[in-house]
């Protein structure tokens, strides 16, 4: 097992070379800079203690937005306008529910202070967007994410209310689709997103496509 260990040198190593778990790097920093490389290749940071770890897994969980399923109970809660959905409205609050919110079978999160700091930074510098369900005033549910190009990176969502999160997720994913994004990016299995339509792919075929839909 080899495990590459990242300095202050903006690089990565091919992707090709990560473990098969996904694992690819250890180190390095959460730089704006570093960041969007890490996007742009494929790759996507991990806390593991006080390591910052990289991955990139082989099959890729992804969605097209043509893909996505709504069902007849989530249609029905579209109509009746069960939430108001945001985009952008409140990113800094977005996060923070992300980071302690409970999920079954995790201790603790991996969005750490320092990563929190770093993705506000990337939301200021325009990268970095949040969608959001709201009920009576109240942020109930949401997700964030990056956008790249005609790629959408999702990186975690949260629920306080029943289909919040699903509401904005299918909301955003609408709004994405017609502003031209053609993938968005799941990075590892989840049922819930399964069942929203995403689906595996090799990792040779999400990589060759961000380097399509993402402009140099």
């Given at each position: ?53 990289w991955w990139c897994p082989d099959p890729r969980f992804v969605l097209f937005p043509e ?150």
């Amino acid at each position: 097992m080899s495990i590459f260990i990242l300095n202050n040198e903006l690089l990565f190593p091919p992707v090709q070379l990560a473990e098969p778990d996904g694992l690819l790097a250890v180190g390095g920093d959460l730089s704006t800079e570093r960041l969007l490389l890490a996007y742009r290749q494929g790759i996507f940071p991990w806390y593991e203690g006080q390591h910052i770890l990289w991955w990139c897994p082989d099959p890729r969980f992804v969605l097209f937005p043509e893909e996505l399923k709504e069902s007849k109970s989530m249609r029905q809660l579209f109509k009746k306008k069960a939430f108001d959905f945001r985009i952008d409205y409140a990113f800094a609050e977005v996060i923070a529910n992300c980071k302690t919110i409970s999920r079954r079978g995790q201790e603790s999160t991996w969005i750490t202070d320092e990563v929190k700091s770093a993705y506000i930074r990337l939301h200021e510098a325009g990268y970095a967007h949040s969608a959001e369900a709201w009920l009576d005033g109240e942020l109930v549910g949401g997700l964030y994410g990056i956008r790249m190009g005609k790629v959408f990176f999702g990186e975690s969502m949260f629920s306080k209310a029943s289909n919040a999160s699903k509401y904005a997720f299918i909301q955003f994913v609408n709004r994405l689709k017609e502003d031209g994004v053609t993938l968005i990016d799941c990075q590892v299995y989840t049922e819930h997103l399964e069942s929203l339509g995403a689906r595996m792919i090799p990792r040779s075929d999400f990589t060759s496509m961000l380097e399509r839909l993402i402009s140099k």
